[in-house]
């Protein structure tokens, strides 16, 4: 009974929150809503009265009920986004159809291979996230799990998405197996290869969207992280929700839609520290693109209960932090104002941008196509975000107190693919519009 609970608390809250969606779209949107909303259900439900079963299972009736009345509303509020696409209808080649279906295929066998060979996943994995999971369901106390005692490498101050929804697993399941933090992992990625191809596919048609399917498919290290089990996987899908719900809502005029790209985005504060940066970022770039204060607070009034959540975990518990803990007002001032850690941080970035085994060249093929074909700062409030974020990451790097060189080359990737899915659609749908425009040039 509690399994088939937590299935309709994630279906019916996620078909809530998209009731102004349609077809494929709606129903990937839907499932990654369900998910992140059913992990900070459960992490709300544990920080105020402790997580017993019982209020596990009013924690899921009362998803159900809040999903069902979501729905209502939108079903009479206005119209849902219809099929069609922009007026645009051009049939994708064969040849497309059949690079998407193989990358996807190869994406598939690649993470299970790897998780056959690892079945615990990378080393955050079981280091920090499936840990955090271990502990939230066995303790009968949830305190253990951000004890100050445990070693500060456990990062008891990171959000607890991830771990929250694989705890829940295990306690439906009433197993720790180890197959079930892989599929919820492989899960996520498979969700956030859909959002991107049937966002792009709604904008600008559905040759685009296939392109943009096979550019993530064919990154490398998006099946190694997809593999991994660890938060960023899942962080770049609610960040590409995000951007997609922000792109379909200010060109097509749907403001209804900006509060859920809000929510979406408070997922992503909840699922990593990272995405609490990405969420100003994107309430800074609507702001600044549409120089009105109505979108971005409605944008942040759908963030508000993840942020509430946030708030209340990290004020509440107090987590230890190791920037904290090896951060004096000495050595921050020290760190900030010296040469060698700035140009190193620069020297690192210029060699990392072509790296072959991770990136696949993907990274030089994106500037290279700003730089020669569109050839402008992004105009758009998701490419303006995403250029917020990369720039913050620099004196982030410079202050933070690890050596420089051992923190970027442990974390530069996992920043790389928390942002390329949301990349990749914010520089396609110019692109698409450039080429379309090109095209009715050559036939003038």
């Not at 009433?174 to 596919?201: H, K």
């Not at 942020?307 to 004096?328: E, H, I, R, W, Y």
Request: include cysteine; charge should be positive.
């Amino acid at each position: 009974m509690s399994i088939a609970l937590a299935v309709l608390a994630i279906a019916l809250f996620g078909a809530g929150l998209t009731v102004r969606l349609r077809g494929g779209l709606r129903i990937a949107c839907a499932l990654l809503f369900g998910l992140g909303a059913w992990s900070a259900a459960y992490a709300a439900a544990v920080l105020l009265f402790g997580g017993g079963p019982r209020v596990l299972l009013a924690k899921d009736a009362a998803l159900v009920l809040l999903g069902t009345v979501l729905a209502r509303l939108g079903e009479q509020r206005s119209p849902a986004l219809s099929r069609e696409v922009n007026g645009v209808h051009q049939r994708p080649p064969p040849w497309l159809w059949i690079f998407f279906a193989a990358s996807c295929a190869l994406v598939a066998a690649a993470v299970v291979e790897h998780t056959l060979r690892f079945p615990d996943g990378g080393y955050d994995a079981w280091m920090i996230w499936n840990t955090r999971a271990r502990f939230l369901s066995r303790a009968a106390d949830f305190h253990a799990a951000f004890s100050p005692r445990l070693l500060f490498w456990l990062h008891q101050d990171y959000p607890w998405l991830v771990p929250g929804a694989v705890a829940q697993i295990f306690l439906l399941g009433r197993t720790e197996a180890l197959a079930l933090p892989a599929l919820l992992s492989l899960s996520f990625a498979a969700l956030a290869l859909a959002v991107l191809t049937l966002s792009v596919a709604r904008l600008r048609g559905l040759t685009w969207g296939l392109l943009a399917g096979l550019v993530l498919a064919t990154t490398p290290c998006f099946a190694t992280f997809s593999a991994n089990q660890q938060s960023d996987v899942p962080l770049a899908a609610f960040l590409v929700l995000c951007v997609a719900l922000l792109t379909l809502a200010l060109e097509e005029g749907r403001a209804d839609l900006l509060a859920p790209a809000g929510f979406a985005a408070g997922l992503g504060a909840w699922t990593k520290n990272e995405g609490l940066l990405y969420l100003g970022c994107l309430g800074a770039a609507l702001l600044w693109r549409e120089r009105k204060v109505r979108p971005v607070a409605v944008f942040f009034l759908g963030a508000l209960p993840l942020l509430a959540l946030l708030a209340g975990f990290k004020l509440g518990l107090k987590p230890p932090n190791d920037f904290v803990l090896f951060t004096t007002p000495q050595g921050l001032l020290a760190r900030a104002l010296s040469p060698a850690r700035w140009g190193e941080l620069v020297l690192l970035v210029l060699r990392r941008i072509v790296y072959f085994q991770d990136f696949a060249l993907w990274v030089v093929a994106e500037l290279l196509l700003l730089a020669l074909v569109l050839r402008k700062l992004p105009g758009s409030v998701a490419g303006t975000a995403l250029l917020l974020a990369c720039v913050a990451y620099a004196p982030i790097y410079v202050l933070q107190p690890h050596p420089v060189e051992w923190i970027y080359r442990t974390s530069v990737d996992r920043l790389f693919i928390q942002l390329w899915p949301a990349a990749i659609l914010a520089t396609l749908l110019p692109l698409a519009k450039a080429t379309a425009r090109a095209g009715a040039t050559a036939r003038t």
